[in-house]
């Protein structure tokens, strides 16, 4: 006859974890491992911002930037760790930097930038924005930024930066933004970064002579147009869309005319001129031109439809293929969705993807 436990005696608990001494030599190991990781990389940091602050430069740690917008700095913003470890312990360890700027004219010191810092720059693994305009660097000295794999704003102008530069940053697969002004890039480096990175929008010399120049622009059609290419399609869509304001339809018609003759030869121009004509398209809707006559709202569509498929057509012909920058997504604001009852449309699309596959 088999016995019954007592039912009054005690149940002995058994403990939840058992360590033997082996387990916890291997557990503290564990731990001194990655605390010394840790303990490394805040000493890696702490160099990089000491160099960074040597050329002048300033840095931003992530509690100082807006959390929904992080190109908006928080001027009082506190580390989340509490004011007294901070304190102790130092804002490397409770903080990471995400965005430096060595541009000289902001610098505290007479001292640029040069290939050396970027050396501890390349080091910040968190860094989301980088400025670098007019800094001492080289072609060479941007190898140091392959690592940097969450930038996602990098300004490289005023510096001798040309194609072999930007080669080192095609691994930067999240860079959205690239200032180029008075560099040395070429249209060939342009277009072969951004077939590495599909997302980037590059912003060179002449996007910088839209902005003083628009006032006179709407004063002034031929004066738009007169401009460079790249420049007179900035000019003469912002002319359509305050004459569209305004319900100047006579001047808005003028202006969309205009921008459907202009002619561009290389594969840059031809892109900005059929994303021009596509957002002329909006323009002309009835939302923000709701007093055009129907008839002259469907001539003018259907002519910057026509155009923007001509300009894309012979930007193909001639090779380009990022198809992300075409369809657009939501990263994209030049996109020319606006194409897609067009019956070329789906043919260009299926070429740029035949020529990628084919590279």
């Known amino acids: 006859m088999r016995s019954t436990p007592d039912a009054g005696a005690p149940?002995?608990?058994?403990?939840?974890?058992?360590?033997?001494?082996?387990?916890?030599?291997?557990?503290?190991?564990?731990?001194?491992?990655?605390?010394?990781?840790?303990?490394?990389?805040?000493?890696?940091?702490?160099?990089?911002?000491?160099a960074i602050l040597r050329a002048g430069g300033t840095v931003?740690?992530?509690?100082?930037?807006?959390?929904?917008?992080?190109?908006?700095?928080?001027?009082?913003?506190?580390?989340?760790?509490?004011?007294?470890?901070?304190?102790?312990?130092?804002?490397?360890?409770?903080?990471?930097?995400?965005?430096?700027?060595?541009?000289?004219?902001?610098?505290?010191?007479?001292?640029?930038?040069?290939?050396?810092?970027?050396?501890?720059?390349?080091?910040?693994?968190?860094?989301?924005?980088?400025?670098?305009?007019?800094?001492?660097?080289?072609?060479?000295?941007?190898?140091?930024?392959?690592?940097?794999?969450?930038?996602?704003?990098?300004?490289?102008?005023?510096?001798?930066t040309s194609d072999a530069g930007l080669v080192h940053l095609k691994s930067l697969t999240e860079l959205r933004g690239l200032r180029l002004a008075a560099s040395r890039v070429t249209y060939d480096g342009v277009l072969a970064l951004e077939r590495a990175i599909p997302g980037i929008r590059i912003t060179r010399d002449e996007d910088f002579q839209v902005y003083p120049n628009r006032q006179r622009a709407i004063d002034d059609l031929g004066f738009a147009q007169s401009q460079p290419i790249r420049v007179a399609c900035e000019l003469?869509?912002?002319?359509?869309?305050?004459?569209?304001?305004?319900?100047?339809?006579?001047?808005?018609?003028?202006?969309?005319?205009?921008?459907?003759?202009?002619?561009?030869?290389?594969?840059?121009?031809?892109?900005?001129l059929a994303e021009a004509r596509a957002q002329c398209i909006g323009i002309l809707s009835p939302y923000f031109a709701p007093k055009l006559p129907t008839s002259d709202r469907q001539a003018?569509?259907?002519?910057?439809?026509?155009?923007?498929?001509?300009?894309?057509?012979?930007?193909?012909?001639?090779?380009?293929?990022?198809?992300?920058?075409?369809?657009?997504?939501?990263?994209m604001s030049g996109s020319l969705g606006s194409l897609r009852d067009h019956p070329d449309y789906p043919k260009l699309i299926a070429k740029m993807k035949r020529n990628q596959a084919a590279r």
């Open 11 to 50: 149940k002995k608990r058994r403990p939840w974890i058992r360590l033997s001494l082996r387990g916890l030599i291997v557990l503290v190991m564990l731990v001194g491992l990655g605390m010394g990781r840790y303990v490394r990389s805040v000493q890696t940091q702490r160099n990089a911002v000491a």
């Open 60 to 160: 931003s740690y992530d509690w100082e930037w807006d959390h929904y917008n992080p190109d908006i700095i928080n001027p009082n913003g506190r580390p989340r760790a509490p004011k007294w470890l901070a304190a102790r312990l130092g804002v490397d360890y409770v903080g990471y930097v995400v965005h430096v700027n060595l541009i000289p004219q902001r610098a505290k010191s007479r001292t640029k930038a040069n290939d050396q810092t970027l050396a501890h720059v390349g080091r910040l693994g968190h860094l989301v924005s980088l400025e670098l305009n007019g800094a001492a660097i080289t072609d060479a000295g941007l190898i140091h930024l392959k690592s940097l794999t969450r930038l996602r704003d990098l300004n490289l102008g005023n510096t001798v």
């Open 236 to 272: 003469l869509v912002h002319r359509a869309r305050f004459t569209a304001s305004h319900q100047d339809w006579s001047e808005l018609t003028a202006t969309v005319k205009a921008l459907c003759t202009l002619e561009a030869d290389d594969q840059i121009s031809l892109l900005k």
């Open 300 to 331: 003018l569509q259907r002519q910057c439809t026509d155009r923007a498929i001509d300009a894309l057509t012979l930007a193909v012909e001639k090779g380009y293929d990022n198809v992300l920058r075409v369809e657009g997504d939501y990263r």
